[in-house]
């Protein structure tokens, strides 16, 4: 069990510009979630997965993010167009079950600076 | 909407005093789930309440599901500074978390 690995660990972009994310899970988890964090906020839900199908997608993400998990593996997160808002902690984390309550194995993020 | 809140938001206690922080839910849950970020880090998972009234406790930390299933606690004996960080707790779906207590020990 290698935990959960998110690529790259930092990335900074001019605004304008598209970035996108990589998310490992752990392999034997089937569920896989998106979060957004600035400093001293909890995490804020952007997206959830299980396995490769999209169930969920947060009513404040705009158009210009997307996500996706093609082989139900591993998953992107792209954001087009970066604004100065976008600057975060991009966090994923997987879990496994058919059901909501297995615990949540958090990535060490991706942080996001949008000069 | 279905959010959950915890008070308070920051904590600053003498170390070895104890320490609690509240997380109310606006709607009943099935269950709740705790967590730690230590400044720098991503969240861990602490631990999971399911049952109304329930009580479980690690070492120096007890965690309370309230009997009404809407209402939850953590509370920390005798602190000590490896208990510095914040502490979310997170609804059954594990999409909201609360905006978690931020926990300071003044040595």
């Known amino acids: 069990d290698t935990g959960v690995s998110q690529d790259p660990r930092h990335k900074i972009t001019k605004r304008g510009q598209n970035v996108t994310f990589r998310c490992d899970p752990i392999s034997e988890h089937n569920r896989l979630y998106w979060y957004r964090q600035t400093l001293g906020q909890g995490p804020e839900f952007l997206t959830y997965?299980?396995?490769?199908?999209?169930?969920?997608k947060s009513r404040l993400l705009s158009d210009r993010f997307s996500a996706e998990r093609p082989k139900g593996s591993f998953s992107t997160l792209e954001i087009q167009r970066t604004e100065q808002g976008d600057s975060a902690m991009y966090l994923c984390?997987?879990?496994?079950?058919?059901?909501?309550?297995?615990?949540?194995?958090f990535g060490n993020g991706t942080r996001l600076t949008v000069t | 909407g279905q959010q959950v809140m915890q008070i308070p938001q920051y904590q600053h206690v003498q170390e070895g005093e104890d320490f609690t922080t509240y997380c109310n839910s606006s709607t009943t849950l099935s269950n709740i789930q705790w967590y730690k970020q230590r400044p720098g880090g991503h969240p861990v998972f602490l631990i999971q309440l399911v049952k109304s009234g329930e009580v479980k406790k690690q070492k120096r930390l007890t965690f309370q599901f309230g009997e009404a299933k809407k209402n939850s606690s953590l509370h920390i004996t005798a602190t000590q500074t490896t208990d510095v960080g914040t502490y979310f707790c997170?609804?059954?779906?594990?999409?909201?978390f609360g905006k978690g207590t931020r926990l300071h020990i003044l040595p």
């Open positions: 984390a997987s879990s496994y079950g058919e059901i909501y309550n297995s615990p949540l194995h």
């Open positions: 997170t609804r059954d779906d594990k999409i909201i």
């Open positions: 997965f299980q396995n490769e199908a999209q169930l969920e």
